[in-house]
């Protein structure tokens, strides 16, 4: 589990990260969205104790984590720009994080060949970007951590290599409880495999939310009167409303049911609830709490 308390970081007197507190439960995948600057590498580095925090506390499965080897061993974090040794071909890297790493994995590495397809007695260097990336996922997961920390990780990954990568951290988290914590720029990206999702703007968290609770909280709902009645709005959580002569596109806070029954009652000419993107939960979500969001998760 990780844990961070009321966290701050700054760089040269620029605030970099600002009060942030979140919790991560063993076995789920946690999504972090935001800008270009937003701090997002800077809070995965505090987490995975690369940096250390001015203020506040982090813990991993509650020990703190920066100059804790032990806890580090359990842990893979993996930059945005990856780093490897000039000349080591994928056999000798392997041997190397096999050294530092308590719970290598030689069978693991052994049957991710058939995924990668690579040829262990490659340079790594010499392959293409997405290829390395594929190596570092190949020894990451070869590790057995507990905990893996991914910064833009499919980056540089074709479509079908994504969704291998994506289904192998999947199948770590239901086999062996594994956390994992992600940052992205593109909130579309994270929605199929993360269970929470977080936003970070200008350093600041501004929302946090379990992503089944945020689907089944909003809903869309198309709906026709000669005149909307004033009764409805009033007695509904509308996050915004949009009229279209006598069609009126709502988007509500509520149990589905309870929305359905409560507008059925004026006697509609159409009612319809459609699906929501989660883009558009958080739009309207932050929208209501008066964020300009739009610019970060489209
Ligand atoms: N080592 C550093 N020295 C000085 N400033 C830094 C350092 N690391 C980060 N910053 C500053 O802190 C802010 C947050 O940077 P960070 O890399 O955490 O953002 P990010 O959300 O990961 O951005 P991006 O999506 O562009 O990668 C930026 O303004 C950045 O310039």
Not at 180 to 185: D, E, G, L, R, T
Not at 191 to 209: F, P, R, S, T
Not at 266 to 273: F, G, H, N
Request: proline residues 2%.
């Amino acid at each position: 589990m990780i844990v961070a308390k009321n966290v701050s970081k700054s760089f040269e007197g620029f605030k970099a990260l600002k009060d942030v507190s979140l919790n991560v439960e063993k076995g789920s995948v946690y999504g972090l969205v935001g800008s270009n600057g937003a701090g997002k590498t800077t809070l995965l580095k505090l987490l995975s104790g690369i940096y250390k925090q001015d203020n506040g506390e982090i813990y991993i499965n509650d020990s703190e984590v920066y100059e804790n080897i032990d806890i580090k061993s359990d842990i893979i974090f993996m930059p945005d720009t990856l780093y490897f040794f000039a000349q080591y071909t994928i056999k000798e890297m392997a041997k190397f994080y096999k050294r530092i790493y308590k719970n290598w994995n030689e069978e693991r590495f052994k049957k991710l060949e058939e995924v990668f397809n690579i040829k262990t007695n490659k340079r790594i260097s010499s392959l293409s970007k997405g290829m390395q990336r594929q190596v570092a996922f190949w020894l990451s997961l070869s590790t057995m951590p507990k905990i893996m920390i991914l910064d833009e990780p499919v980056d540089g990954l074709d479509p079908v290599m994504r969704k291998k990568v994506k289904n192998l951290i999947i199948q770590d988290v239901a086999e062996r409880e594994m956390t994992v914590f992600i940052s992205s720029h593109n909130l579309r990206e994270l929605e199929d495999i993360c269970d929470h999702i977080a936003i970070l703007h200008k350093g600041n968290m501004i929302i946090q939310k379990d992503l089944d609770d945020l689907k089944s909280d909003v809903h869309k709902i198309q709906v026709a009167f000669d005149e909307i009645p004033q009764d409805i709005l009033d007695n509904t959580d509308v996050l915004y409303k949009e009229e279209r002569g006598s069609v009126a596109l709502l988007i509500v806070r509520g149990k589905k049911e309870t929305i359905i029954s409560n507008f059925e009652k004026y006697e509609p000419k159409i009612l319809d609830v459609l699906p929501l993107t989660l883009e558009e939960i958080f739009i309207y979500e932050m929208g209501g709490i008066g964020y300009e969001i739009e610019n970060i998760i489209v």
